[in-house]
């Protein structure tokens, strides 16, 4: 990766953080079709997959990021901050809550359920 790519984002404190960055950096290449953050926690990395609308513009961000792509998708092995998503709020569902169609807790929260 690109140290200039690396550096603006090793500094993100959280996935929101992270996300916002990641998505800024695909700006320029247009709109994000997927787009999958996987923190390894052990290792103080998060892995990044990224997928364009436009499957012709990803290895122009590829080049652009110093990375790689395969499989139709830009892919970064970011090193973050051993506190990396300290305090954030994750929310658990039980496989079979998910398999029935049920609502999110933060969902229900955001629509004053």
Known sequence: MK???LEKLREA???HALTKAVLGLCEPFGPV???RLI???GAHRVACFIELES???QPALARALG???ASGMVSMDIPVRPD???GA???ALAPSAMAAGATPPAAQARAGR
């Open 67 to 69: 990375t790689g792509a």
């Open 89 to 91: 709020k994750v929310v």
């Open 13 to 15: 404190r959280d996935f």
């Open 55 to 57: 499957p012709r513009l």
């Open 39 to 41: 923190h390894n926690r």
């Open 84 to 86: 990396f998503g300290d």
């Open 33 to 35: 079709h997927s787009f």
């Open 3 to 5: 140290p200039e790519v």
